[in-house]
């Protein structure tokens, strides 16, 4: 089983895939840590190709077809590399100063579409609400299990997005402990007892500078402290703790502002890598959510994190967040 | 003036290049934030253009040879496009919810050889052992000025290393503040009143499934929670909470089984990408280096950081430190 480890410096869990290959060229990684996958032409995700994939876990079908195979829309299935195992409870270990744990908690794989070469800007309108309503459930899905205590969903584009494979997909992660990176949030909650994200809404409202875009339902804006040059984030208006609370109104608008958004952003910036992150409140931990509220980060990726970030946690941004800003407004009323 | 903006959610600084180019296509970083140097093909790292830099720090020249001119060995410029500067005090600013400050502090880079393809692994020990010996003197020099609170050395290579130059460098950056990503190490001083660096190689050294060499002055381990693929520590096991206070012999038994342990790796890991780093005491903050004690981090990198790591804090190894180390000390072995 893998296993979390505690990193003592940082304060942090680490996964370690200790059930891997005991030398490193063999299957399923080779010895950079890259999945062999991912190197050769075959695709697992294509329609056809389901045999090669875990049976799935939930998925939105054609009439008449049948689990598994072919005439699918979009399909969830568990990651064949998953770090997590949701099996037993949570058990802490201690060896001398070393902590670890199992890893408890469930990772998936929700591929987008049957076919390879589309991409979430080349999807029809209700192919995008298809995969908001799937990744919708699986928040709520695995909320239901109390021994999960973080959903975190995820999608990697390109190489310097880490993408391991180019067919189209997000992913769920379900995790036995709540990750230390957001405790801003809390911090923030206990000290003035107001949600940090509302308040951030208000004031970017006010100053203007940082705004992408506004619908009815969703504000788009490059935060303050962009971490990323063009990070951009597409938080609701109304306060809500839990993506798995997004309504149908709510999808459709999403839908609707990711796709114009997207296509923008990728037209705007030569068409780059990113990471689109669902930031969300913990589940099935008492009083925790109240001071949270979801949003969507989408952060794209030119150049790797490197000496600097990864040893100190500063990242540095070349570009302002008020400068992104104007030019990402500019593409987005291009395609509007 | 380059701006500290805090990050709200993670509770951490982000470094943002204000003053940077208005228009992201300008000079000199283009839209994705890479500087253009990085993609033509001039080096000004390269003897002969010492004018293409600002002017040097420190240097070790050949006799007779002038400043910011060829002959030199190793040489000290302020990083042209850096995001900092040491002038003034540190000025935090508020704008509601926002917090801001200058970026007051260091960024310093270390031309380690004036031949443009030579790396780490092909130096002379002389060589070696003057570029450690510059790292020591930049080290204490920044550690003089009161203003500076953490001085982080480190070198970035290869394209998933995020190195933007090819010809080898390391760089020093002094910033106005402690990173909170090494809080753990104060945590456990306080709680255990111990140098939690110390207790690691004790019980590494009575484990020894995850060391990967040992010397009279160092010990090299996979560590126990590794975030990265054959992730190294070069620790001295004499505890020292600053690298600057490194001895020369010290530095001659650094600079040998860096040598060997950097060829070892390449060999062993075909070429990767990696980022070394230094990790050291807070400077300049009364009673903050008690439970410190420097070490080099080795990070090779093979895949980068994603939408699980950026989002969660969480890194997934997929090789455990225990595998990882049986085959650094085999390759280690044959390069001895």
Redesign the interface.
Known sequence: MPE???????????????D?A???NDFP?N????HNLAINGFCPFCEGNEANTPPEIAVVRKPDTAPNGPGWMVRTIPNK?S?FELEGELQQNRT???ESCNGLGRHEVVVETPEHHLELQDYTMERIELVLSTLKGRYNDLARDERIK?I?I???RG??????LAHSHS?V?G?PMV???????E??YHKTGHC?IC??IK?EL?DGSRIVAETEDFLLIC?????F?YETWIIPRHHTPHFGAITSDQITALASISKQFITAMLD???N?SY???I?TAPVNVQFASAGYHWYI?V???????????????????????E??AV?LREYLQQHE
């Not at 935060?223 to 971490?227: K, L």
Request: aromatic share 10%; proline share 7%.
């Open positions: 979390l480890r505690k990193d003592l410096v940082r304060n942090e869990w680490v996964v370690i895939a200790t891997r005991l030398r490193p990684i010895k950079q840590g890259v590399f770090a001398g100063i070393n973080y975190h995820y999608k990697n190489l310097f997005g880490g993408a391991s992913q992660v995790l990750p230390e990176t957001r405790h801003g949030i911090d923030y940090l308040d951030m004031q006010e935060p303050y402290a962009s971490r040059s705007c910036l030569d780059p990471n689109l992150m930031n980060e952060a794209p990726r030119f150049i790797v994190t490197a000496g600097l970030e990864i040893g100190t946690g500063y990242y540095v941004n070349p570009v302002a967040p400068i992104s030019m």
